[in-house]
């Protein structure tokens, strides 16, 4: 058991603390979240350049052979910045899928230019009546020939207006929620019978809904066996919950910083309300609710790494405890805040959005508890 | 003691049932119902309908135009106004500064100002609040200085909810800093926001929304016959507002309409999935926050009847004011881990009356839960936040 | 809906106020609750001369026709006071079944024993293995010729070490957690075959483990029918609830003021420890918690009275929130307290277990609860 | 980073399972596992075996006797035990008054005091609080006055948990009160109880047991060699004292462990009825205290690994205090919870060896449980209550 960092993982960590710092301040980040794109490209290809987006694949697909901890380094730092680009979506579900399913041919074609950034992916995980339940699938994929007929629509796809390609779990067997009979299809986002609708997340992300009308791909566009996607599916939204996390722990962090900064400046009734005892016991609060979730970030992200039999239990505790202290610190630190907390202008306000995002992603605090309480 | 409604209650009852049914407009409540924004001629028409009624003013003295009900008909007449997701009155006008008018104005000010009000010919805005000041209202700096026949005012206001929408403006302004205690000093007046030098610069809430305001006053000349009452008690003419304010604030009539769309939306069966309410956890949430409703309707209607019998609304309200924005949060929670993913979608423009159904997101109002539960976070700061509150109880409720 | 009292509830509230206030304070409840029979007899039959007694009992059997808005004031101001007397073993509990189903017979010689004082009874309505469940139901009752005969045993029967008789709720027919089938036997507490082992409650009220081994009963001894015992077992905890909720809701009232006035006198770096806002803000919302429940014993109680359809949803809610509610109070009561408020010596500490006894009475908050969800 | 233990860790993991299973005696092992209190011949018993395998002191250093671990195994020998549900140490001596005295005595007292704690063969107490001081520690009043080679000791500790069975105590006396803050002219002295003058009366606790006591001085006399370190710089000594108590005040082990016999009670059917664990509302509270016990865990565990680092323990330890203190109360209430009504019998009685089974009360522990939840409302208490561990973070860990 040991919490040190490699020399290779503190450069990692340092290298994108330094671009936060330096080229990625609120009013920054504020206008690219409000260009068309909704991310820079250009941060995008320098992401690239620094070999970020190859972190978790492996050397021989090009990428930097890194795991969990990388991630989970790299992701508390975007959220400290509050980063719009879509590394998420690309990198951990795009990206997530195809290193563990994609053939040589589907590699060289999608992959590396996910790796490199010259391509946009989405992986469209949810329909509206599922909720969280990744197997509640109900669009299906009909064999025809060499080719599979995809009908149904797909709900709050991350990245799905801007994709170049999404990868479509369909269901080609079994029922609703089985979690056999569920196949990934990869396709070009501009094929005939795919009809999107793209916006702006209020976090200022994007999203699409996604609606599948007699859309032919051919069986070459099947991601590993025929049926059998659903263990893919859960390890990725596993590692994507895990990714998500290390950036809500991120923005909590900074949430808590901002607050204590904001209490020592803010005077009302002639003194700074940081003396305020009241509102100290809060922010301490504010402190454990912190720490207990950076632990439990720690715990699940060691034990996924490690191939550990506990981690989807740690997984689930972790979204569990950060879902429900996340928004107590995110509302915490916005009451503290008074007015300018729910100010439009104010980086809390958004750090805040944001965190209330992450906390409805990959299954919420509910859906967490009740996963691990069936296990204790 | 009993639970019932008499006869004559229930025969009240009826009246306003019929009334919703006959003269609420369809088209506000299409509005409504589908969680589109109103527009303030919406906001006047039907202000306009009640009042022909004779129903606009729930609160103020008969002698000005008020109803004269009882709590338990003031109870059924919120109740039924949210049953049928009626707009609610925009508060400036009508429930606070229309009290001050009638209670501390002259004889000259109440024919002036009371029949627009009450007739919503003229809307108001609040000027309370500064930047740098927030909840520390004894702080303000915005002076007004006596020059003849008029004072000259300068300074800014800021959270002025709809300022961008209303007429006249209500602050309160410094009218001398050569006061022992800072709360003396300070004077109630009266502005009318077509005076020159008056500025109003929207500020963007965190939803995205325009809502409130920023109001500047550069030399802004105004008569000496709007102050209202004496010059240097505003203070305590403002806390008397905040009072009224906090009455009206806990809100449970609408709550209790909210749970109950809660309940109804979270029952339907989507495509095969089970219905959300049948979660148990969900449910017992929903039980509890039900529970929670339902008692702070019984502590509002306490302190109504303690009101009834003869004591003035005190500090006691500010239990209303602060565990009515925890419920309402509290219910803003809900719908948004009840929406799920389709909290995300930032999409304001499938909020209009022609837009078309088939590209609508969301099953119904969904896309709005996550905007309304960022919006509403103000609920417990603005209007004197919710620690403000709790200060004041501790002292004066509880002798701290 | 009226809030207001009548001239006569207004003079039976006074009338136990002013019995609290000049000869119930903390010592001498102590003192009677340290001694061998648990409780003052001379102050129950004080209790009865001053037809406290009698409050819920029909004219007819000699009783003042009261209900549950008379034990509500009643039993508030026996909170207030801590009362260790055996009022709601005996008068709601017992009471509220003799008043239900018992015959002339059987009223005159348990009820009128009830009523003037002179008898002691207990409800043995629970039993180990049923926690909250009042059909759960394992104690036998077989009938042989004109008697039956009782097999089981009682768990927590409040009263039932000093009890004259006991009232046994048996299985006469059905399964374990069947309505139909439950029988009441009103049985002599000496009868051969019963074996009692009492005990103190941590809270200084009385009560006995029941071991029932062949006890023969006459069909004379019978409440009501055979087998339909259950209705009136679940209106009588019913009132029971509401009555020990009023008592909860007396208990409060009382810690609350208690700790404000100590908060005023207890002096921590220099100052009175009132002074601190975290406290002062914890303060009010120990106010909050209290009025809340105030609010929905009243609509429980006034709907009970009534009897409106939603009285046992009201019962449900009350309970759930007096039981959470009063927990954090209790708490918060004794933790203002400091060491003080762990204290044998200390009134609070006493105020505090009658509360979380109370709590753990009738269903607490997570079964009334669910309850409550069931029918929202 | 990673989360499993290394080889060498695990071969210590083995040694201590070994050791347990070994050398803790049945005798005592059954007492804890049947709720029954232990005598002190019991704890000093199981400390002495302790000392004989060299484990007695966890955290002193390796030159008076402390095992030199690392935080993994520490935090491995803190499970085992726990797992065991092994008596804790009495921590007055072993984890109070020793760290004082190798890190501010002199050589003599080291040589005097060190070795007859480790051996269990003195029992300490602590002599803190006092009447009226509470958690305002710098507020004490008992005086130690110079008289020749000796200090004339006069006033009253509180609180004193287990004084009754201590032979010594060590306190915070004022020595001067001629000083500018109150916290100077405290000093440090250790006190045989035997010494004329010192009396102890107890002090039942809300549960109704002898826990604690009231120790009273009344012309005490006792050596100048019995002060530690300089006359006036108790305070320091003390709060150094203060933060290594809150270090070992989380008792995330304990809680793991009697989480563990919460789960396996209430997962037993009981004449037919389904078991509480099986209950999804129980069930979600039991799930949610596990996740916030192990976030503890590893909340600890990164502080030790800090330490391990070269940070000495700091006032963050407060928030281990806070939390794991929160936690254990938690679990007081899920225990109370599933006992039901039988967490209402008081019946001490039976928590004895010799008491016949047939007779007992409840199926296991439950009527210790509202006893010990009423006991552990102390543990938010004690050692600076939480308002104050509060207080410290607020100040020192986020400088407010």
Redesign the interface.
């Known amino acids: 058991m040991d919490f040190s960092l490699t020399e290779e993982q503190t450069m990692l960590q340092d290298s994108v603390s330094k671009f936060i710092d330096n080229d990625y301040d609120f009013e920054k980040r504020q206008s690219i979240a409000e260009s068309t794109k909704g991310y820079s490209e250009e941060f995008w290809q320098t992401f690239a350049e620094l070999g970020w987006t190859s972190v978790p694949f492996a050397e021989d697909d090009g990428g930097f052979g890194g795991g969990p901890l990388e991630i989970m380094l790299m992701m508390e730092q975007f959220g400290r910045g509050l980063v719009v680009e879509p590394f998420l979506a690309n990198i951990i579900l795009v990206g997530g899928v195809l290193r563990r399913l994609a053939n040589a041919e589907q590699k060289e074609q999608w992959l590396n230019g996910i790796i490199d950034g010259s391509k946009q992916g989405a992986l469209a995980f949810t329909e509206a009546q599922g909720r969280y339940t990744l197997s509640d699938i109900i669009t299906t994929a009909k064999a025809d020939g060499d080719n599979f007929v995809l009908n149904g629509s797909k709900a709050v796809v991350l990245n799905g207006g801007r994709a170049d390609f999404l990868i479509i779990p369909a269901r080609s067997s079994g029922k609703q929620r089985d979690e056999d009979g569920i196949t990934l299809f990869i396709v070009d986002a501009k094929s005939a019978g795919i009809s999107r609708s793209a916006y702006q997340t209020v976090d200022a992300h994007q999203a699409a809904e996604i609606t599948l009308n007699d859309v032919r791909v051919p069986a070459a566009n099947i991601l590993g066996e025929l049926g059998k996607a659903y263990p893919t599916i859960d390890a990725v939204i596993d590692e994507a919950t895990l990714a998500a996390s290390a950036e809500a722990v991120g923005i909590m962090q900074t949430l808590l910083l901002k607050t204590l900064e904001y209490s020592k400046s803010r005077v009302q009734f002639g003194v700074p309300i940081s003396s305020f005892q009241a509102l100290q016991h809060r922010m301490v609060d504010m402190l454990m609710g912190c720490e207990q979730s950076k632990s439990l970030l720690l715990w699940a992200t060691m034990a996924n790494a490690d191939g550990s039999t506990e981690a989807k239990q740690a997984i689930s505790a972790m979204k569990y405890l950060i879902g429900t202290t996340g928004r107590k610190v995110g509302q915490e630190a916005v009451q503290i805040h008074g007015g300018m907390g729910v100010s439009w202008e104010m980086d809390v306000a958004h750090y805040f959005k944001r965190l209330t995002a992450i906390e409805l992603l990959f299954g919420n605090a509910d859906f967490h508890l009740d996963k691990y309480a069936a296990n204790i | 003691?009993?639970?019932?409604?008499?006869e004559e209650?229930l025969a009240f009852e009826r009246d306003v049932k019929a009334f919703f049914k006959d003269k609420y407009p369809d088209d506000i409540r299409q509005k409504q119902d589908r969680g589109i924004n109103l527009e303030k001629e919406d906001m006047v028409r039907w202000q306009k309908i009640l009042n022909d009624q004779g129903w606009a003013a729930v609160n103020w003295p008969v002698e000005y135009g008020g109803t004269g009900w009882t709590p338990?008909q003031k109870?059924i007449f919120a109740n039924e106004s949210a049953a049928n997701n009626a707009p609610a009155v925009v508060p400036f006008g009508m429930k606070m500064v229309a009290p001050i008018i009638y209670t501390f104005g002259n004889e000259q000010q109440k024919q002036r100002f009371l029949p627009d009000i009450l007739a919503s010919n003229v809307w108001w805005a609040q000027g309370y609040?500064e930047p740098?000041a927030?909840?520390?209202l004894a702080?303000l700096k915005m002076r007004a200085d006596r020059d003849g026949n008029e004072y000259i005012l300068n300074g800014t206001k800021?959270?002025t909810t709809l300022g961008h929408l209303a007429e006249w403006i209500f602050c309160l302004v410094r009218t001398s800093s050569d006061v022992q205690r800072r709360q003396e000093g300070i004077s109630f007046v009266l502005v009318d926001m077509a005076t020159p030098g008056v500025t109003v610069r929207p500020?963007?809430?965190?939803?995205?929304e325009r809502e409130v305001n920023e109001v500047h006053f550069e030399n802004v000349r105004i008569p000496v016959e709007n102050l209202v009452g004496e010059e240097g008690k505003g203070w305590t003419y403002g806390k008397v507002l905040l009072q009224h304010e906090r009455t009206n604030i806990a809100g449970v009539a609408n709550s209790k309409y909210r749970l109950g769309k809660l309940?109804e939306r979270t029952s339907k069966n989507?495509?095969?999935?089970t219905p959300?309410l049948e979660?148990?956890?969900?449910?017992?949430k929903?039980?509890?926050l039900?529970?929670?409703i339902?008692?702070?309707?019984?502590?509002e209607?306490?302190t109504l009847?303690a009101v009834a019998v003869g004591k003035a609304p005190g500090p006691e309200s500010s239990?209303l004011k602060?565990?009515g924005t925890e419920l309402q949060q509290a219910l803003d929670?809900l719908f948004?881990?009840a929406a799920?993913?389709?909290?995300?979608?930032?999409?304001r423009d499938q909020y209009r009356l022609d837009f078309p159904t088939d590209?609508k997101?969301g099953?119904s109002t969904e896309t709005r839960s996550?905007?309304r539960?960022?919006?509403n976070?103000?609920a417990?700061?603005?209007g004197g936040?919710?620690?403000i509150q709790?200060?004041i109880?501790?002292k004066h409720?509880?002798?701290?």
């Open positions: 003691m009993n639970v019932n409604f008499s209650e338990v109870y609040s740098g927030g909840s520390d702080s800021t959270w500020i963007i809430t965190i939803e995205g309940k989507i495509h095969g999935a959300l979660d148990h956890a969900f449910r017992r929903v039980g509890a039900e529970i929670e339902k008692a702070l309707e019984y502590t209607l306490r009847a239990i602060v565990k929670e948004m881990e799920g993913y389709y909290a995300l979608p930032f999409v590209d997101i099953y996550a905007l539960y960022f919006n976070r103000k417990s700061i603005y936040s919710n620690e709790k200060n109880v501790a409720v509880l002798g701290l």
